[in-house]
């Protein structure tokens, strides 16, 4: 295949793309390229998150994408390293009214969910002794964790087998629109790989003065997927269109735990908002995460450390365990990714703007990695036929905000 005119071209190989891309080759969809500046996904979302898979969401459309796909992955799991140790998730009063109002669905969808008492809690996590502010829990133990970057190689290593090809420092800058259509997609090429400093930069002002020599490429598919995950608000200028999409970063520290051993649990979520679930088992490290409620919208990948670690991980931890069992763990080291945040905190599939021939994948926020089969599935589905097979996703296309419809997921973390 000539690979500046691939009959699809995937803006973006994140693990949205990356699924997208084989699943669109498997229905014989045509010649497929993905493009990225930087294939390894150094600041993609895909290789910046916590691996957690749960298909306990509150709006349906979230709970039943989450669920299909770990149907898929429970036959994958050893590929995936998926490990089915539930998600323990601890609720306020308010909320867990709601919780509990959710059990409906989640029969209705044969999702196994678990409802807990606080004493039932105690008996479960006895590393939290103190519940204040806890009304109950929900434990899932289909729920889990796997390793997002197998996931993501995966696809990709079937969509290879297939023939897709992956683009490495391609960098996307512009599109011509002619009518109704996406004419040519315009990106340079970057001719030497650039250093971690370099990617940083342009992830995060959008600007290629640096990282060349770049040399320009025109591509011209008949169809566009736009998958560049938190920066469509950027990619989405580029091709027309308008999105209301928000990157926010969302931080995650590694700590060591050599007396309270979390191994045996899946991921537990406190009523707090502070979600942890060991690091490897018997390791003595502990993944632990917190989304800043106040945080603004950024191209920010600056992790705050120390202070980050105190104020939001050890603090709430300390709260629940006490000093005795959580005075002497030790902070290691951090990182911050993005999320892609919609205004309702759903996902975004379908066509993109008044145009025929792009669609966009993404906005994913905190589920990305656990939906991306669901999500892939169906955008190959709506590209290769017209339709969708599996189920209706009509109502996750972008132009929902524009006619007012929300899909309001309210158990964001
Ligand atoms: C801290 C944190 C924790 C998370 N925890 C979980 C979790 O437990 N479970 C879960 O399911 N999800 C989680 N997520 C969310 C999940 O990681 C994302 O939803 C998912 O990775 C999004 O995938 P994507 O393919 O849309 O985007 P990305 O993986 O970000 O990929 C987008 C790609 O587009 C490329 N790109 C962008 N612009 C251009 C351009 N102009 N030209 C070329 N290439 C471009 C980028 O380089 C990037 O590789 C978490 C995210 C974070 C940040």
């Known amino acids: 295949m000539d690979v500046t005119r691939p009959d699809i071209l995937i803006l973006g190989a994140g693990i949205l793309g990356s699924s997208a891309a084989w699943q669109l080759a498997e229905r014989g969809a045509g010649s497929i390229g993905v493009l990225d500046l930087d294939l390894a996904g150094t600041f993609s979302s895909s290789e910046r998150n916590a691996g957690g898979c749960r298909a306990t969401w509150w709006h349906p459309i979230n709970a039943e994408l989450s669920w299909r796909s770990l149907q898929f992955y429970e036959e994958i799991a050893a590929e995936?390293?998926?490990f089915q140790r539930g998600y323990l998730f601890l609720y306020s009063p308010r909320r867990w009214a709601v919780a509990r109002e959710k059990k409906a669905q989640y029969d209705r969808l044969g999702i196994p969910v678990e409802y807990l008492?606080?004493?039932?809690?105690?008996?479960?996590?006895?590393?939290f002794e103190n519940l204040k502010g806890v009304a109950g829990a929900t434990f899932s133990p289909k729920d889990g964790l796997l390793d997002p970057h197998l996931l993501k190689e995966y696809y990709r290593a079937r969509a290879k087998a297939l023939e897709v090809k992956f683009l490495d420092g391609f960098y996307f800058t512009g599109a011509e629109l002619r009518g109704r259509r996406v004419e040519a997609v315009h990106a340079l090429r970057r001719t030497s790989p650039p250093s971690e400093e370099v990617l940083e930069e342009i992830h995060t002002r959008h600007e290629v003065d640096r990282g060349g020599p770049w040399e320009r490429e025109v591509f011209r598919p008949k169809a566009v997927i736009n998958c560049t995950g938190a920066w469509f608000p950027v990619s989405s200028r580029h091709l027309g269109y308008a999105s209301p999409v928000q990157p926010v970063r969302r931080q995650i520290s590694l700590f060591e735990s050599h007396a309270e051993d979390f191994s045996d649990r899946?991921?537990?979520?406190?009523?707090?908002?502070?979600?942890?679930?060991?690091?490897?088992?018997?390791?003595?490290?502990?993944?632990?995460?917190?989304?800043?409620?106040?945080?603004?919208?950024?191209?920010s990948f600056r992790y705050d450390g120390e202070p980050f670690f105190d104020k939001k991980i050890w603090l709430r931890l300390y709260r629940r365990g006490g000093r005795r069992r959580f005075e002497a763990i030790r902070h290691l080291r951090g990182w911050a990714g993005l999320y892609a945040v919609s205004p309702d905190k759903s996902g975004i599939l379908g066509?993109?703007?008044?145009?025929?021939?792009?669609?966009?994948?993404?906005?994913?926020?905190?589920?990305?990695?656990?939906?991306?089969?669901?999500?892939?599935?169906l955008t190959a589905e709506l590209i290769a036929t017209g339709r969708f097979q599996t189920f209706d996703a009509a109502p996750l296309s972008g132009g929902?905000?524009?006619?007012?419809?929300?899909?309001?997921e309210a158990l964001d973390i």
């Open 400 to 408: 929902r905000f524009a006619r007012g419809e929300f899909l309001l």
């Open 266 to 299: 899946g991921m537990i979520v406190d009523s707090s908002g502070l979600y942890l679930h060991a690091e490897g088992a018997h390791s003595g490290r502990v993944l632990a995460g917190y989304s800043n409620r106040d945080e603004r919208p950024s191209y």
């Open 80 to 82: 995936i390293q998926f």
């Open 351 to 377: 066509r993109a703007g008044e145009l025929e021939n792009l669609y966009e994948l993404g906005a994913a926020t905190g589920r990305g990695v656990m939906q991306s089969y669901m999500l892939g599935k």
């Open 117 to 127: 008492a606080p004493d039932e809690i105690r008996a479960r996590l006895p590393e």
